[in-house]
């Protein structure tokens, strides 16, 4: 199984602020199979990033990813307070697919 | 506007089984490969299982393999879980999400709201 490992646990920024997180996986992975999902409370996940770089429908453009291997990065460019939730990424490349722990991203 | 609807949830007693069904509209139901994802309380989310568009193909989560059974209905539009053996490991939130084609290998780029499962005597 591909171990996820997402860092840091949590973030804590001002809007306006560059936001920049990491994941890592325990074998390298296909950047046609890696996405982020961002997931506020209560709410179901939505799909950021798919194919590593590549925007889902409706994802504002402060919203990217890159990488490849095992290390990823999605990056927020200019925080918004609408932006305060927990991020994931996910692999689909190897079965089981896995998700990474999560970071918490908090808006000061 | 792309629909799916999670229902079958509950409170269920340990050792029992339980299915759940994911009702689609508003896509092409068949046309897209589906998954399972769920998330226990105050925990991450944890990938359950994907079937291809026609059900010919399934991949499972380590976890829950040779316990849960994923399939579906594409004239009904539906999409099933069937768990067997429900112990506390299975109370979570359940998502169903749309695959981003018929492939397996793709992420979900639609959510539904979810059911929730409890496992409690």
């Known amino acids: 199984e591909v171990v996820l490992t997402q860092s840091p646990g949590t973030l804590s920024l001002s809007p306006g602020e560059r936001a920049t997180l990491a994941c890592r996986a325990s074998q390298s992975v296909s950047s046609t199979y890696f996405a982020w999902y961002q997931q506020k409370p209560g709410q179901a996940p939505r799909l950021l990033i798919y194919?590593?770089?590549n925007r889902a429908s409706g994802i504002p453009d402060r919203f990217s990813g890159s990488g490849s291997g095992t290390d990823f990065t999605l990056t927020i460019s200019r925080l918004e307070a609408e932006d305060s939730a927990v991020y994931y990424c996910?692999?689909?490349?190897?079965?089981?697919?896995?998700f990474g722990p999560g970071t918490k991203v908090e808006i000061k | 506007q792309v629909q799916l609807v999670e229902s079958g949830g509950g409170v269920i007693q340990p050792g029992r089984s339980l299915r759940l069904s994911c009702a689609a509209s508003?896509?092409?139901?068949?046309?897209?490969?589906m998954h399972w994802v769920r998330q226990a309380p105050g925990k991450g989310l944890a990938w359950v299982s994907v079937?291809?568009?026609?059900?010919?193909?399934?991949f499972y989560a380590d976890a829950v393999k040779g316990r849960f059974t994923v399939s579906r209905d594409n004239s009904k539009n539906t999409l099933y879980l069937q768990i067997t053996g429900l112990t506390g490991d299975d109370t979570a939130i359940y998502y169903c999400a749309k695959g981003q084609s018929s492939l397996l290998a793709g992420p979900g780029d639609f959510w539904g709201q979810g059911t929730v499962v409890t496992v409690s005597s």
């Open positions: 996910h692999q689909y490349g190897y079965s089981p697919f896995t």
């Open positions: 194919g590593a770089s």
């Open positions: 079937i291809s568009s026609r059900g010919s193909d399934m």
């Open positions: 508003g896509f092409s139901f068949g046309s897209y490969a």
